[in-house]
């Protein structure tokens, strides 16, 4: 069976395609094909770790987990019922980011980002000491430190200047341009009522090409907004379309992450075998 190739990620193999859990917590960014309600309806904690085990049986080997209650439940399932695949975390913003830290730590993960709208915030109002503390934390934990960004700059300086961190977390569509100075919806509990700008993912490319490190590329389908106007026949070409230009815009050694709703269809197959199709010629 093809398998989807890893890299050497900080000494575990990590496959270039991680499974993504935005539809897991009712993140939708097509609120008019998929609601935020719909999700969460769909994704009980059963179907969350029916999930996870798909992704195991398509050759993905790493799930990146949003540090909330109920995701940390539903890894303690997932483990419990003999989920192997490798976890790495975002923070999640409205738990106390140490104490947080060390729940994500009870779950042996391989590697913790600072969740990218409230890193992008707190960089907007300079409050850089405090992210570097906060970095520090991770550190201190003995897993590999990333930091999560919409911003191509960000990446940038964080390369000019040597901040103390492992791999990136980039969106491929610079959200902030419009949410500058407004918390993350994490903080105010407001729905995420985005347009993503296509052009946007090149300027991302060119911070990816420059970075020295690891980077892990997400929003590769603009949160699903690259299939509005779609037909179902469709879709599978303009999925397969961006994520091989992903995969031409970034370094050998980084990887994506896709979100899946697996509702109407199994979206985690079809994803692993566009990318083993692009990645195994």
Same mark, same amino acid.
């Given at each position: ?19 993504? @859990? ?25 179907? +969350? ?8 049986? =398509? ?20 483990? *419990? ?18 104490? =947080? ?5 009870? +779950? ?18 300079? !409050? ?28 940038? !300086? ?7 961190? @492992?791999?990136?977390?980039? +969106?491929?569509? =610079? ?39 690891? +980077? ?32 031409? =815009? ?11 709703? !697996?509702?109407?269809? *199994? !979206?985690?197959?079809? *994803? ?10």
């Amino acid at each position: 069976m093809t398998t989807i190739p890893t890299i050497d990620f900080f000494g575990t193999q990590v496959t270039r395609m991680i499974l993504g @859990d935005n539809p897991f917590n009712g993140h939708s960014y097509i609120p008019d094909i998929y609601s935020e309600d719909e999700m969460l309806d769909y994704y009980t904690a059963e179907q +969350c770790v029916r999930a996870l085990f798909e992704a195991e049986e =398509n050759g993905i080997n790493t799930y990146m987990a949003l540090a909330s209650p109920f995701i940390l439940r539903v890894i303690r399932q997932y483990r *419990n019922e003999g989920g192997k695949m490798r976890i790495m975390f975002q923070s999640y913003p409205p738990i106390d980011f140490a104490v =947080n830290v060390s729940q994500m730590m009870a +779950c042996n993960p391989i590697a913790i980002y600072h969740q990218g709208g409230t890193f992008d915030y707190m960089c907007e109002e300079g !409050q850089t000491e405090e992210l570097h503390k906060r970095l520090e934390v991770i550190r201190s934990a003995g897993v590999a430190v990333g930091l999560g960004t919409h911003v191509p700059e960000t990446v940038l !300086q964080a390369e000019r200047e040597k901040w103390d961190v @492992d791999f990136y977390m980039v +969106c491929l569509y =610079n959200a902030r341009k419009t949410q500058r100075g407004q918390q993350s919806g994490f903080i105010t509990g407001k729905p995420k009522q985005l347009v993503f700008y296509p052009d946007d993912r090149f300027l991302m490319f060119e911070a990816i090409k420059e970075a020295s490190k690891p +980077c892990i590329a997400f929003k590769v389908f603009a949160g699903g907004q690259i299939f509005y106007g779609k037909n179902a026949d469709e879709i599978p070409e303009a999925a397969e379309t961006a994520i091989k230009e992903t995969y031409e =815009n970034i370094k050998p050694d980084d990887m994506i992450c896709l979100g899946v709703f !697996q509702k109407e269809k *199994n !979206q985690i197959k079809e *994803n692993a075998e566009i990318v083993k199709k692009i990645l195994c010629r």
